[in-house]
């Protein structure tokens, strides 16, 4: 059974906005921190936004001041809001279950974070 359960992705045109949910199906989702990544065609894997386990944020700094992330760890959710999208965002989204949150965005391109990654939604911004 699939343990993290991206929804909400979608098309939607330049400008507009989505909001991504993950539904974690283990009842320790709250003693992890979370990440959302994205992998465009053609493109590495970007991780964008984290949270510790007590919902502090960072971003990357392509996503800043457009993207949100949270989670509701009664509900086992993580959430990323998605604003001012260009052609640009247009990716896969998966959320991740990861080893560690880090204040020092750089340390996100470490290996090993991830634990675990979902299956994903895609979001496609396209006029």
């Known amino acids: 059974d699939a343990q993290l359960v991206e929804t909400g992705g979608g098309s939607v045109q330049p400008g507009g906005s989505l909001r991504l949910s993950c539904t974690a199906s283990e009842y320790t989702f709250k003693y992890y921190p979370m990440s959302w990544v994205r992998q465009g065609p053609g493109k590495e894997l970007e991780w964008l936004a984290g949270?510790?386990?007590?919902?502090?944020?960072t971003y990357a700094a392509s996503v800043t001041g457009r993207f949100s992330i949270s989670r509701d760890n009664d509900k086992k959710t993580l959430d990323l809001q998605l604003n001012n999208l260009s052609t640009e965002d247009t990716a896969m989204y998966y959320c991740t279950k990861d080893t560690a949150w880090y204040a020092d965005v750089s340390r996100y391109n470490e290996t090993g974070i991830i634990i675990e990654r979902g299956q994903g939604t895609q979001v496609t911004v396209s006029s």
């Open positions: 949270t510790s386990t007590i919902g502090t944020a």
